[in-house]
């Protein structure tokens, strides 16, 4: 199969572009009469939906931030009442509190049709086996890809995450064709599977690896591809808009945004400015058919770039480049987001150590390895080592719990850690993907 | 002063990060403040180590190298002089271990007091009253500090 919905995805520019403007329009309408939020905000910058005019007219209606979602949690943004909601998934906030969001069935048929369009764009269809290796549950990841490779026939290994001796074997007893995952668990599992004397590349019947949640290089890829002897293509989102939503296709150069589900706009992150197609900048998404938790031009904070010419396999809509960069300080690691304010917010409840701390990340193997260094304080410091290993263990379980992935802690001195006066650079960043 | 509160020294315990160099700075910080050092050990965990030193001014060590940033604390230990002779440290170990007074560290030094084992006990009063009922010797802190 070429295409899951050609109607849509070889859709004339044109038709797109007037398809793109009648959702935004119905969606500017439905969130100003039934979002207090969106007609706060709307009010605020002076603007009505009658003022929507032209697609461009967009750059009108004002931004949405992380923040947003985090100052009226859980769900004070939905907009469908509760009946309409048929599932919940949730991220973690930039501070204690996490991002929770709400699917109507639409929004999941949705997410579903995208990645169905996406994966059939990639090459894989009926009679591949693909290893979903997202975790499953809270995270969008695992139950994103289950569902979409559902739909256009694929089979289904839903294995999560973890485990990676028994995915090796499941992967090739039950002859997996292709692996979601994350890149760096992808080299992990190569490196874990040399040790088990299996050459991924000759003892498996793997052709494709579908990867994200991270960012990665060209490099990168070029390793996974070359060592593995499979292709590799970039997927991307985030649970904001609903979870892996977009993958690249056959040809490899950067996933297409489906226009009738969604539309970008690539700006200069200090001016908020428009840029060109190849120009870098900050990737603003507003999603157009949304319907419990709406999207309009909302910063995830991603920087790339994209192009918009139609693309050589015939579809029509814009591609975007592999995310090379954020503008805060947002880190991924293991495919989680961690943001440094989440740290500071759950060591303010620790008394034995300061408020002061450092994260140290680095590649051990092929894998994330997080190291927060924290200051003993003076009351909480005994002559017990006992005592201290408690205090370390402690705070490695609070990290654990706010950020749900694995953090080591190291005791450090105190008044030892760098001080900062502006904006603090409490991240040292030695992986190079 | 009690009975036995001529027998606690105390002891100064010093947080310090297991890199190069974290020693000599507690040692020169010591050293510019005439501080001697009569024995000390270090204690060693995951990526921190804690340094015990007995010295001969305790409360001037506390203030200088808090002074310098260190997490220091007080801790309470007692002086046991052993006989210098194999079988030495038994006699001490088993007055204490039939009473039933556990020892978290010790260490040792031989100096012109003899041979000293310095104990930090889970029951200071008790190790205190066995040791000095059942015939062996507690040092004074009058004789360090």
Known sequence: MKCWDPRIEEMPREDLR??????????????????????????????????????????????????????????????????DLVRYHVSSGTTGKPTVVGYTQHDLNNWTTSLARGLVSCGLGRGDVLQVSYGYGLFTGGLGLHYGAERIGATVLPTSVGNTERQIELMQDLHTTAIACTPSYLLHMGEVAEKMGVSIRDDTGLRMGILGAEPWSDTMKKRIEEWLGIRAYDIYGTSELSGPMFCECTEQNGFHVWG????????????????????????????????????????????????????????????????????????????????????????????????????????????????????????????????????????????????????????VEPGSLPRFEGKAKRVIDRRKL | MSQTGRYLIQQISVFSENRPGRLAAIAKALQEEEINILAFFIAEADGFGVVRALVDKPGKAHEKLTGLGFNVAFTQVIAVRMRDVPGGLYEIAKILGDGKVNIEYSYAYSGKEGAVLILRVDNTEQAIRLISTQGATLLESAVFQ
Request: net charge neutral; with cysteine.
């Open chain 1, 18 to 83: 007037k398809l793109q403007y009648r959702l935004l329009k119905t969606l500017v309408y439905r969130l100003y009469s039934f979002s207090p939020f969106y007609h706060e905000r709307m009010r605020a910058g002076g603007v009505h939906p009658d003022d929507i005019r032209t697609l461009g007219d967009i750059r009108k209606l004002p931004f949405m931030v992380k923040r947003d979602l985090r100052d009226n949690y859980p769900d004070k943004l939905f907009v469908s009442g509760p009946d």
């Open chain 1, 260 to 411: 009738d589900l969604a539309y970008i706009e690539i700006l200069d992150p200090e001016t908020g400015d428009p840029l060109g197609p190849g120009e870098k900048g900050e990737l603003v998404v507003t999603m157009l058919q949304k319907e419990a938790l709406p999207m309009i031009r909302y910063r995830i904070g991603d920087i790339t770039s994209y192009d918009d010419g139609v693309c050589s396999c015939g579809r029509t809509h814009p591609r975007v480049q592999r995310i090379s960069g954020r503008v805060d300080d947002m880190l991924i690691i293991r495919g989680i987001n961690v943001f440094p304010s989440q740290i500071e917010y759950a060591l303010m409840g620790i008394p034995q150590v300061g408020q002061h701390f450092q994260i140290i990340v680095d590649r051990k193997g092929a894998l994330d390895d997080m190291l927060v260094q924290v200051e003993v304080s003076r009351e909480s410091f005994s002559d017990k080592i006992t005592d201290l290993m408690a205090i370390r263990k402690g705070v490695e379980h609070k990290l654990r719990n706010t950020l749900n992935v694995a953090v080591n802690v190291e005791l």
